[in-house]
């Protein structure tokens, strides 16, 4: 079992013990500097208050020993400044409290109380009272993320100055533990990205397809046209034999040649078509993906823009 030393004596003590022990003054009943600046979160009676700093001191040593830190941190709740003190390891900081337990106890009336009972019998007492049992307990604040994740507290068989190398030993682990799901979880990302990527790329690949299909469709159907004009026109003087032709016959034959010269593509050069916007709206329905998931890879011209990015054929 991993152990840490705790002194019996403070001779150097941590700079945040020597802090606490300022906020602490020279109060003789609970000591309490949960949610003070810059000190090490304690709820403790008294008599244990020196107890529970060399604990902290023997802790926050051995973890900067180790290469962590231990950082007083202010957050904002509810637009009030909220203090806690974290061990910080692998960049993820662990919020610590230490507290005395405490046992029920049946409540005992004060003077005031029965005299209040006696004017207002409908008044209701507690009926038990919460004291400290002289056990200290070490872990996450209540409320926070982290509540259930680490804790080691006094027991029957064991003190909690025995169990600083376990619950430092718990804390690397989380912390090694939540840099893996991190790495995961990245992982995890970047094959999003890249398969959004992809599906946006064939999905442009697919939008140039169809264009294209279409402009060589519209393409066929004029050439198949004109050529269908021009055997209507072969037929129209092959019925008139060597007869001549009326004026007004031969004029809209005439139109219907220079017409089909218009429809049909093939005397002039074949080039391809330009290609389409690239619009999100148009290739979110071919890829049937958010649009706005990321960064869009493509300008006003439908150039892709992202080299990291690169489209699924190149």
Request: with cysteine; net charge neutral.
């Amino acid at each position: 079992m991993p152990s840490i030393d705790v002194p019996e004596v403070l001779n150097r003590p941590h700079p945040l013990v020597r802090a606490t022990r300022k906020a602490m003054g020279r109060s003789q009943g609970t000591v309490d500097t949960r949610g003070r600046a810059e000190a090490i979160p304690l709820h403790v009676s008294h008599p244990l208050a020196d107890r529970a700093l060399r604990i902290m001191h023997a802790l926050l040593t051995e973890a900067e020993n180790r290469g962590h830190t231990a950082e007083p941190q202010t957050d904002l709740q509810r637009g009030e400044a909220l203090h806690t003190l974290a061990i910080v390891i692998r960049g993820r900081a662990f919020p610590l409290v230490l507290t005395e337990r405490t046992t029920k106890v049946p409540h005992e009336p004060t003077p005031k109380e029965v005299r209040q009972k006696e004017r207002n019998p409908w008044i209701r007492l507690p009926k038990y009272d919460e004291e400290f049992n002289g056990r200290l307990a070490l872990g996450a604040p209540a409320k926070s993320r982290h509540q259930h994740s680490y804790a080691h507290s006094d027991g029957a068989r064991w003190t909690l100055k025995s169990r600083l190398g376990l619950f430092l030993q718990d804390l690397e682990h989380l912390a090694a533990e939540g840099e893996r799901r991190d790495r995961e979880q990245e992982l995890l990302e970047t094959e999003r990205r890249r398969r959004w990527y992809a599906a946006i790329a064939q999905a442009r690949e697919q939008q140039i397809d169809q264009q294209r299909a279409k402009v060589l469709a519209e393409q066929m159907s004029a050439w198949n046209q004109a050529v269908e004009i021009r055997a209507f026109c072969q037929a129209a003087l092959a019925r008139t034999g060597n007869a001549p032709i009326p004026a007004g016959e031969a004029e809209w034959l005439q139109w219907a040649e220079a017409y089909a010269a218009r429809l049909d593509p093939l005397p002039h050069a074949l080039v391809t078509p330009p290609d389409p916007p690239a619009r999100r709206e148009v290739l979110r329905e071919l890829a049937n993906v958010d649009a706005y998931a990321y960064p869009w890879p493509f300008d006003a011209d439908g150039r892709w823009l992202l080299p990291e990015e690169q489209p699924a054929d190149s």
